[in-house]
């Protein structure tokens, strides 16, 4: 039961967190995108997406280089090493969602059904 708890429901708490923790940043970039689509048309909206994508693996690769630099020069080591790349770890994850979470509403603008 120990092992469940540790390899099972620890990482589903912790995605669950995580996603919790995107929505709002998520909702307004989906927000963005509608008044986009208003403004210009789906293209526009696809276009928006593509830039939000870009941006979030941009940051995320330069502030997981500057953890994995500050850990080869030895600048940090030990479990504070192990924390920061803990850090870097979640913001990819957080980033992954946001992307996940604004892919499923960019879905959502294109393929409204007609009424």
Known sequence: MN??????????????IV?????????????????????VGPLGAIVLYC??????????AW???KVTEAINSDA???PVAFGAAMEAGLLMLFAA???ILNA??????????RK
């Open 3 to 16: 092992e469940v708890l540790k390899f099972i429901v620890s990482p589903a708490v912790t995605l669950f």
């Open 19 to 39: 996603f919790l923790a995107a929505s709002p940043f998520a909702f307004a970039v989906y927000c963005l995108m509608v008044f986009v689509k208003w403004l």
């Open 51 to 60: 830039a939000e994508v870009v941006a979030l693996v941009l940051w995320t």
């Open 63 to 65: 502030y997981e280089a």
């Open 76 to 78: 940090i080591e030990g």
């Open 97 to 99: 969602a946001m992307v």
């Open 104 to 113: 499923f509403g960019l879905w959502r603008i294109i393929y409204r059904p």
